[in-house]
């Protein structure tokens, strides 16, 4: 339900906390299911005069939070978006992630990590290590492409790029990278969503061709899909997004 203020005209600008609070209650009136207010629609959600929506709804114009359209009607801006993309990002966090990968981890032995885009290549977020002398290695921090590795072709993938193999990989709901990256080693990714179904990033279990066999790989496909959905759940995302 959206905050209604008193029907109260304001003898000038208003200013400090009650502005902040009035141009949050514009802003709060949107719903999921609204591409576009009316001024009057505003008022009547908010409680608010249209001359005090009008004052704080130039400011909101400035600032890109809110855009007005050809027909006079009203959304929310793509500064809002930024910001929601911005917190999104903050919910990424080891707190949440690495209880999850550590379990894939132990259940594998074999080396864990979390990819986010970052542009037109991949970041290392985080990562476990693999319980072996012998491991794949990659740090936390190391940026890597996004046309070898399962990690970057399921980033790829699940950001909508068309044709194959990406069409494959959003019907897998996974992908196995047998040396696309180094010839040595092999890797199978899973997507992690959020909110809204966003893609968050890629989950990638991966390790050398010595240990990490089709029969392993076989074997782990059912864990690593079950964590991305622990995580994409965690996250406020949809668990029938992925196969497990």
């Known amino acids: 339900m959206n905050t209604k203020y008193p029907q109260q005209e304001a ?9 902040l609070d009035r141009a949050i209650a514009i802003m709060n009136a949107f719903t999921v299911t ?10 009547s959600r908010t409680g ?6 009008l004052r704080l709804l130039a400011s909101l114009l400035r600032a890109s939070l809110m855009e007005r359209l050809d027909d ?6 793509p500064a809002a978006f930024r910001l929601g993309s911005i917190y999104q990002r903050s919910l990424i966090t080891a707190e949440v992630l690495l209880p999850h990968m550590r379990a894939l981890n132990d259940q594998s032995s074999e080396s864990v990590a979390f990819y986010v885009l970052a542009g037109d290549v991949r ?16 740090r936390e921090g190391d940026v890597l492409p996004l046309s070898a590795g399962s990690g970057g072709r ?30 040595e080693t092999v ?15 890629a989950v990638t279990l991966a390790g050398p ?18 964590a991305a959905a622990d995580m994409t759940e965690a996250f406020g995302g949809s668990r029938g997004l992925l196969q497990s």
């Open 123 to 138: 970041t290392c977020l985080y990562r476990i290590e693999a319980k072996h002398a012998i491991r794949y290695t990659v």
């Open 48 to 53: 608010l005069y249209k001359s005090t929506i």
């Open 209 to 226: 061709r010595s240990r990490v066999d089709e029969p392993f790989i076989r074997k782990m496909i059912e864990p690593l899909l079950r």
């Open 187 to 201: 890797g199978i990714s899973a997507p992690v969503f959020g909110a809204g179904d966003a893609l968050l990033g």
């Open 11 to 19: 003898s000038g600008p208003p200013e400090g906390v009650a502005a």
């Open 34 to 43: 609204d591409r576009s207010l009316t001024l009057a629609e505003i008022s």
């Open 72 to 77: 006079g009607r009203y959304r929310i801006g």
């Open 154 to 183: 399921v980033l790829v993938a699940f950001s909508g790029q068309p044709g194959e193999p990406y069409e494959t990989i959003r019907k897998n709901g996974y992908h196995i990278s047998f040396g696309e990256r180094d010839p």
